[in-house]
């Protein structure tokens, strides 16, 4: 939220954003690049969201799908548990 207040107050100028970032918190922390401001505000108009969607698969533990996944790597020694486990 510091970033994009930062964006906002320099009136989206992504060069007057960082070194506005800069003054407030470069000791205390790295400062981004100016094209850093940009794609914080791409990423917000696409999703909502200051961070991409990464798209990743929710996994599962339950007892019985371990079973499942070490049943078929018994199976098939030489398959990647990777492979294995997305069935």
């Known amino acids: 939220m ?3 207040s930062c964006f906002i107050e320099s009136g989206k100028n992504k060069r007057k954003a960082a ?7 470069g ?4 400062v981004p ?6 794609r914080l505000e ?4 696409a999703t909502g969201s200051f961070n991409k969607n ?15 996944v070490l049943k078929n790597l018994e199976e098939n ?8 486990s997305s069935k």
């Open 42 to 45: 791409k990423n917000l108009k």
């Open 33 to 38: 690049s100016s094209s850093i401001f940009i």
């Open 19 to 25: 070194l506005l970032y800069s003054q407030r918190f």
């Open 54 to 68: 990464k798209n990743r698969k929710c996994t599962k533990t339950t007892e019985e799908y371990s079973q499942i």
């Open 77 to 84: 020694p030489n398959t990647s548990l990777r492979i294995v």
């Open 2 to 4: 510091d970033m994009w």
């Open 27 to 30: 000791l205390e922390r790295q």
